[in-house]
């Protein structure tokens, strides 16, 4: 399992896995989060885990569990926490659904003593790096901790040894209309048709365009160049600086698959929606777009930071 906390002299981040941030409660030893060996607790006695960014599970996944938890039992420990007079589950939800299913009375635990910050950062590693959480579910569940807890975009994503434009591309998907957001969490579009949406200055456009790819079975390149046509068609209403010629007499110049994949690293890297605009063999613009004065803020830096 990946390391999950290391000490720092000036603060305590995740990036090391789970066991660290556990201490040595997995072996029974001492440190932060502190347990001896496990022992069988009732089920009845555990509450779900209030930081569990997942709320949906794969039955079929949990049915096989449970057929795998009546031969042979629960294998590995649950991690739960005191709370009132039970207790609060920190990691193993899989195994505590299927073991009721399996009808499963005591399971074994292995009791820390954790702090809710500690809780909600077991939560979302487990979920985040070890099973395939739905994006937005992702994006709920770090928005949340950032809420919670009042750190920043940079903080978490170093707390999650995430790269911090995959922390802040998958929070963008929480300015999606809520009808985008629903077709994203059923499936019916994917997280880079729901990113392509996102560089839409129209609302309505992404409404529209979020049908058409249902629709007609869009690709993702093929939703980017439609992107960039809407784009272009609102920009034509835009009254031209002086001296300088309307859109409708400059000529548009594909972007080669080259400046394309220049532009999608763009993005990736700063976390923001980044369009390249040609007006000639050797010329043209890069439009960053930006959502607040922190967004602004932290996008000056980051190109101080590299210049």
């Excluded at 880079?192 to 390149?221: M, N, P, Y």
Aim: with cysteine; proline share 3%; charged share 30%.
């Amino acid at each position: 399992m990946d390391d999950l906390v290391t000490q720092e002299p000036s603060r305590r981040r995740l990036g090391r896995g789970l066991n660290a941030l556990l201490g040595t409660a997995a072996m029974g030893g001492g440190g932060d989060g502190e347990s001896s060996a496990s022992s069988d607790i009732h089920v009845d006695l555990i509450e779900r885990n209030p930081f569990q960014p997942r709320h949906e599970f794969d039955q079929t996944a949990i049915n096989e569990l449970a057929d795998s938890i009546r031969q042979h039992g629960v294998l590995q420990p649950l991690l739960v926490r005191s709370a009132g007079g039970g207790y609060q589950l920190i990691a193993g939800e899989r195994r505590l659904i299927a073991a009721k299913k399996a009808g499963i009375q005591q399971i074994p635990c292995r009791v820390l003593a954790l702090t809710d910050q500690q809780v909600s950062e077991v939560a979302l590693e487990e979920n985040l790096k070890r099973q395939d959480l739905n994006v937005l579910e992702k994006a709920v569940a770090f928005q949340g901790y950032l809420d919670r807890y009042g750190c920043s975009i940079e903080e978490l994503s170093r707390r999650l040894s995430l790269d911090r434009s995959t922390v802040s591309n998958m929070l963008r998907l929480l300015e999606l209309p809520e009808s985008v957001k629903a077709d994203l969490r059923s499936d019916k579009i994917s997280a880079g048709h729901a990113r392509s949406l996102l560089s839409l200055k129209s609302e309505a456009d992404r409404l529209t365009l979020c049908e058409r790819i249902q629709k007609e079975g869009l690709s993702v390149r093929k939703v980017e160049e439609a992107v960039r046509e809407l784009n272009a068609s609102l920009d034509e209403g835009v009254v031209p600086m002086k001296g300088k010629k309307p859109k409708s007499e400059t000529a548009v110049i594909e972007l080669t698959p080259h400046v394309l994949t220049l532009r999608d690293q763009l993005r990736d890297w700063l976390g923001a929606a980044v369009e390249i605009k040609l007006s000639a063999k050797d010329r043209g613009k890069i439009i960053i777009d930006f959502q607040s004065n922190d967004d602004f803020e932290r996008l000056v830096s980051k190109l101080h930071r590299a210049a």
